[in-house]
């Protein structure tokens, strides 16, 4: 996995020490790891010390291995269980994506993977199909936490939405996603809107799913916020339907797609002006930050 960053501004009663947390597992596990810290920084607010010191994948399941101080043997008892459930989830969850998945053999190589990856890089895994642990009662589909991610079925035949962005709202309120729909049942292609509220959305960055109460939607290509209102401009002031595949304002050319907003005569200036200066900042702020 990749290093892990900003776990201090989430989780404010744990312990890291300032260098990015190295994770030596796939970022499909990225959910599990954050259930296991929120749970650990809830039974930590009582007060003592929690350092996480290493994440990794042994033996096709995810391990963690942490030191506590100072703390109430109920909290330790709570961070134990959830480090167990963290675990035991990890054999359900596949390590590449975070679809459901189960464990499978790549030539001794033992992997937790969904049905796509169960054949790839890997070469094609053989599933294990004993038991995990007779005493552990634990079942995947009782846990919304497994049971309610996409499985693969669900994931190709769910619409796409393009050019996404996120609106947060007020306080206590789900965002939404605004974006191009494709592949949507009762929207027409291409259309720009905005989907219900979120109530799921995939932990992988960028994700590439969410799930609103009645569907659940893949997500494709993002833009920065401020090239992302120029394209939404230029595509809706040429009232040129987005086609599936097409960047929206017709290619990536974003100064032609400026000189075309200015042509039109349809925006002030002074917004088209902002919208420049924003994405000239983006743009600098991309460059500096190596992006
Ligand atoms: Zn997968």
New binding site residues.
Partial sequence: MSLITGLRDLYPHLGFDDRPLAASCDD?WLGILHAFLGDADKAMAAGGTFMLQQVKEKMGGLHMHYATADVAPDARRAIDDAHRLASTRSFHV??????P?RLNNFSGLWKV?????ADGELGTGVPFDGPFDAHNSYSPEEDPFVAARPT?AEFEAAPIIQGWLIEEQAEGGHPWLYGWFFGHPDIGEGEHGHTPPLVQMDEMMPPRWVRTDSQLYRLGICYPPAEREIRYWAQKLARRPVTYGEPPGGDNDIEAMLIFLRSTGRLRSMKIDRMELAYREEKESDARSGA
């Fill in positions: 499909g596949c390590e590449i994506c975070g679809r998945g993977v969904c049905s796509e990856h693969v």
